[in-house]
């Protein structure tokens, strides 16, 4: 599904490499986890697939089933299945959640040459995605993430991913922000979505909502790179040692 | 240039400009409102670069005998307003067309062409055709305010004495690459009355337009205008609106093409607790637009509350000058003022000169003004591509939503949505 080979980067304004050469294979209906310290690379990483400025690839791919990320607009990666779940989700004074999320869905659907969704059956759609994560209509009339909580900013992310049905969903740092209780409804969310043709790319500083969202693959990522890979143990190990004792063993 | 020399120049350049024209016939009241509106202008002198509010906006073409030839345009849509039931006014190049006119007759409200109301002897325009024009020179001077009064070829007179069933539309057309228009309107709403104005069209390749609106105690004033299209269109708009007690005036303007429009406008709240909310929403684009808001708020009554939203979207080289204020006399306590004057700049040639003023001499007062200029919030362009939106769909809707606040200021939802319907459709133009 999502395939990562050598992928170096550095920042466009300084001369300041932050990927290292990063390897990594998502397989349709895995989730695989990315943990790591603060300043390791993680974050440039979900950027850099979607396609956000600022960022200059020096070396390596990227491929989603085979298309070519790196060469497509950050709105062709989305048509092509492409998603991220923002770490700080955007606020759009004066545009509507549901005049955002029309416009998103009906895009792709155009990109794909899909038929676009009329206004009563995307009412009807969203209403019942919305339920599932407690989003109530009020939240859905208010513009784009204005005054929402961060818990509902998260919430807000997922229902996109719900409506947008990408193939390939990554998640920055979903979990920050959030009490227990939003988590769960958030991981519960990403839990319904699994299935064998999606892949998930669950990126995290912290074990808990690996608790929730369970791994297949963990990969422990420092100073650009992935140094190590496991299964869900690995998280644990995190968990109980701190980022140190494992980068000390790597090193 | 001296200032008594920059005087003798513009009352020189006001007598050559006039001495050509004769004043329209009529009654001798209307001859003597236009004579009385005449010494004004000669008094005053035209309106000259050197002039404080004239600084941003050169009047050279605005006061020139000749007005610029405007090519016309064929917008190629349904015409504003068309889903709307109203009453339809239709002017052509400033001249008034009856066969495409609806009949000037609905309960509670008395309609006229001005051009008869001036002919009659007795008529209750006599007391304010030009008054509310003539008061508002002090303390900025609206020298082409005063020729529109006195040049004023026709118009409609309005007086509400009741709740208006339905909006009048004034119509502007322009078949005529060279006309030149010069019309007036007074609208006057009796206690109890509540009309809506809207105004469509570009009237003429160059267009004055005088509005002087006397709004009575409890009760309302409405008025939306979209102002035309045609590139090359020239305009000059004059509005005047006074408000008695507990009185509500809610006005609208979007600007979209157009080489030249100056809209100055002068509220004055004389009656305690009423309400102005003056609003303007323009798109401009290429080095040929120049749009002009100048917009005088006179708080002069206790426990008035006046908002100002001017919002524009400018590229290309377009530039953008507001010039607002709000002044609060002495005895204008609890005055609740508010100002906002924005610009999106969607490239570094576009310019917005903006000139927020605020004059208190009352104490027990809030006003806040602001003013700011900026590009398209980048974050929100990449959130919105990143969810598959084009690059062009994402900047409309972030365009829309920068013009939202001015657009809220619309009390008809109705209309508020029809023309968010047709910005989306004009923006859309433009990317193809």
Aim: net charge negative.
């Amino acid at each position: 599904m999502l395939d990562i080979k050598g992928l170096e980067v550095k920042l466009e304004e300084e001369d300041k490499q932050i990927l290292k050469g990063v390897d990594l294979n998502v397989e349709a209906g895995k989730v695989h986890a990315i943990m790591g310290p603060n300043g390791s690379g993680k974050s440039t990483l979900s950027y850099v697939l979607s396609g956000r400025d600022g960022y200059e690839v020096t070396a390596g791919s990227a491929t989603l089933e085979g298309a070519d990320l790196l060469e497509m607009e950050p709105e062709e990666r989305a048509a092509a299945g492409l998603f991220l779940a923002f770490q700080y989700p955007v606020e759009i004074p004066g545009v509507g959640n549901m005049t955002f999320l029309r416009s998103a869905l009906n895009a792709q659907r155009k990109a794909r040459e899909e038929e676009e969704l009329s206004a009563a059956d995307f009412l009807k759609l969203i209403r019942a995605k919305a339920k599932d994560l407690k989003i109530d209509a009020e939240m859905l009339k208010r513009p784009v993430n204005v005054g929402f909580s961060g818990g509902e900013k998260k919430r807000n992310e997922i229902l996109q991913m719900a409506v947008l049905e990408p193939k390939m969903c990554i998640l920055d740092e979903t979990d920050s922000g959030l009490d227990v209780d939003a988590m769960k409804l958030v991981a519960d969310g990403v839990n319904a979505l699994r299935d064998a043709g999606r892949g998930f790319l669950v990126i995290t500083h912290y074990q808990r909502l690996l608790d929730h969202i369970v791994p297949d693959v963990v990969h422990i990522m420092a100073d650009g790179r992935i140094v190590k890979s496991g299964g869900p143990e690995l998280a644990r190990e995190v968990e109980e040692n701190g980022y140190g004792d494992l980068l000390g063993e790597v090193a | 240039m001296a200032r008594a020399a920059l005087k003798d120049a513009k009352q020189d350049a006001a007598r050559d400009r006039v001495s050509a024209l004769s004043l329209p016939g009529g009654a001798s009241w209307a001859a003597e409102v236009r004579q009385a509106a005449l010494g004004r202008i000669e008094a005053m002198g035209l309106p000259h670069r050197r002039d404080e509010y004239w600084k941003f906006t050169d009047p050279a073409t605005l006061t020139q005998p000749e007005a610029p030839a405007a090519a016309l345009f064929d917008p190629r849509e349904t015409p504003m307003f068309d889903a709307v039931d109203r009453l339809k006014i239709v002017f052509v190049d400033g001249v008034f067309d009856p066969d495409a006119s609806d009949d000037l007759a609905m309960e509670g409200v008395e309609i006229e062409r001005l051009a008869e109301a001036t002919q009659k002897d007795i008529h209750w325009a006599k007391d304010l055709y030009g008054t509310l024009e003539a008061r508002g020179h002090d303390p900025v001077e609206r020298p082409l305010a005063a020729f529109n009064t006195a040049f004023a070829t026709d118009g409609v007179v309005i007086r509400a004495t009741g709740r208006a069933s339905k909006p009048i539309n004034l119509v502007y057309l322009h078949k005529s690459e060279r006309s030149d228009a010069v019309l007036h309107h007074l609208v006057k709403i009796e206690e109890g009355g509540d009309l809506t104005l809207l105004e469509s069209g570009p009237a003429a390749a160059r267009f004055s337009k005088g509005l002087e609106v006397d709004i009575a105690d409890r009760s309302a004033f409405h008025h939306v205008r979209i102002q035309g299209r045609d590139h090359e269109r020239r305009a000059v708009t004059g509005y005047f609106a006074r408000l008695g007690t507990e009185s509500t005036f809610k006005s609208f303007t979007m600007t979209v093409n157009g080489v030249l429009t100056r809209n100055e406008m002068v509220v004055e709240l004389t009656g305690d607790d009423a309400i102005a909310h003056v609003a303007g929403a323009a798109l401009g684009d290429g080095k040929d637009f120049h749009h002009d808001d100048t917009v005088f708020v006179t708080h002069d009554a206790v426990n008035c509350e006046s908002r100002q939203v001017f919002k524009k979207v400018l590229r290309n080289g377009a530039t953008g000058v507001f010039q607002g204020k709000i002044l609060v006399k002495p005895d204008a306590q609890k005055t609740d003022g508010y100002q906002i004057s924005q610009s999106l700049l969607l490239d570094e040639d576009a310019q917005f000169l903006a000139k927020p003023e605020l004059e208190i001499y009352a104490d027990d007062v809030a006003c806040s003004h602001g003013s700011t200029s900026g590009a398209i919030d980048e974050d929100a362009l990449f959130y919105l591509r990143a969810r598959g939106v084009s690059q062009a769909e994402a900047q409309n809707l972030l365009t829309i939503a920068f013009l939202a606040e001015a657009l809220e200021e619309i009390e008809d939802e109705r209309l508020a949505d029809d023309l968010r319907a047709r910005l989306t459709e004009w923006l859309e133009r433009r990317i193809r």
